[in-house]
């Protein structure tokens, strides 16, 4: 049987591949069983995928101190370009920076706290952090994997 977590990853994965052909794709599993690294000839960056399989909005995540050690650690290792794939069930895919997740959550320690995302039909997503905390950005749909190969 399929695992929900392996179709929307998949699915997620495969709008990377087929948004950028020859991109290399790499599970960092000595990591994170769900940090990828996303390798072209352009850019080199890191994904951490978190599912929500709630079927509509709001959906929320927390982040473990297994999750923050990771991203530290790949970040160490020399990926500046890290980025939160946020899965939103079927809805689709808010990518945030590691950058401004840090911001959202108040710091440079996000283990523990939790966020939200909200998207009303035809909108963009809107991210809450801890204590409903609004973030005053807006992420547009399809943003995803767009961002992931855009110049910062």
Not at 51 to 59: H, I
Not at 73 to 86: E, Q, V
């Amino acid at each position: 049987m399929i695992r929900d977590i392996e179709l929307l990853q998949g699915a997620a994965l495969l709008r990377v591949l087929q948004f950028k052909p020859g991109v290399q794709v790499t599970q960092m599993m000595s990591l994170h069983s769900s940090l990828y690294k996303v390798d072209s000839e352009q850019h080199k960056s890191a994904i951490l995928l978190k599912l929500s399989t709630r079927k509509k909005a709001p959906w929320q995540y927390v982040f473990s101190e297994f999750e923050q050690r990771a991203i530290a650690k790949i970040s160490a290792d020399g990926t500046s370009r890290i980025f939160i794939g946020l899965i939103c069930s079927k809805d689709g895919i808010c990518c945030i920076s590691a950058r401004l997740l840090k911001q959202v959550m108040g710091g440079e320690t996000f283990a523990r706290k939790a966020l939200s995302v909200y998207r009303s039909q035809g909108t963009s997503y809107r991210i809450t952090g801890p204590q409903r905390k609004k973030f005053r950005r807006t992420f547009p749909v399809n943003l995803w994997p767009r961002i992931i190969f855009e110049e910062t």
